[in-house]
């Protein structure tokens, strides 16, 4: 199996460097992405798009010739939704992890404060206490270490989606910040603030939820559950 590692926003492909060996152990082929616009040199990042991103991904999961799993950290979780979208025949399972699908029409955030074009990692009173969970002081140092300024069109761009057969593809949803039983029940109460941003997934026809409770970033917080979790959402090599 070709397990494709899509970071959440201010993060590169090394941000699963703790998670990819195990899976490798496991028998699999992983592929950790560092996405358009994330690079560590990019002069142009502020003019990246999120069908940018979605582009890059959908090549490599054409490029592939094993089955494909695709993995989403937060912002990456609206990415390979995007991708299976796509490709519906071609991945065989969607794991998001402490994220959800992005619905058509939805943005990632556009409430992030923006300069230049670009979301700098921002100050961390701006995260709510449930995405700090677990962030010690030497890791929130590490993680602004290792920050990378992300594109605002990325954040900002509406989630387009033309194909329902994305509902067939099976879907893993490890919880961090909320116990799972409390996203379902969100996602079937259409009074809920947040219903627009999570009804996505009750629509999706095979649902599998790994309650995982950490802050926002487990693959800094607990690295080890979280490649635990993984192997046994994508099953034996």
Known sequence: MRIILVPGFWLDGSSWDDITPPLVEAGHTVEPVTLPGVERENDHRAEV?????VDDVVARVDASVEPVVLVGHSGGGAVIHAVVDARPEAVTRAIYVD???LAEGKCIN???PVVDGVIPLPDWSVFDDADLV??????RDTFRRIAIDVPAHVAQDKQVLTDERRYDVPITVITCEFPSADL??????????????VHEV?????????????????QLTRPADLAAALADAVGPA
């Open 49 to 53: 798009t999120l069908a940018d991103q």
């Open 99 to 101: 994220s959800l699908p």
């Open 110 to 112: 556009d409430e992030l």
């Open 134 to 139: 677990g962030m010690t002081p030497q890791i």
């Open 184 to 197: 379902q029940a969100m996602a079937q109460d259409d009074d809920h603030p947040w219903h627009g941003y």
């Open 202 to 218: 009750s629509l999706v026809r095979d649902v599998t939820w790994i309650d995982l409770p950490t802050g926002h970033w487990p």
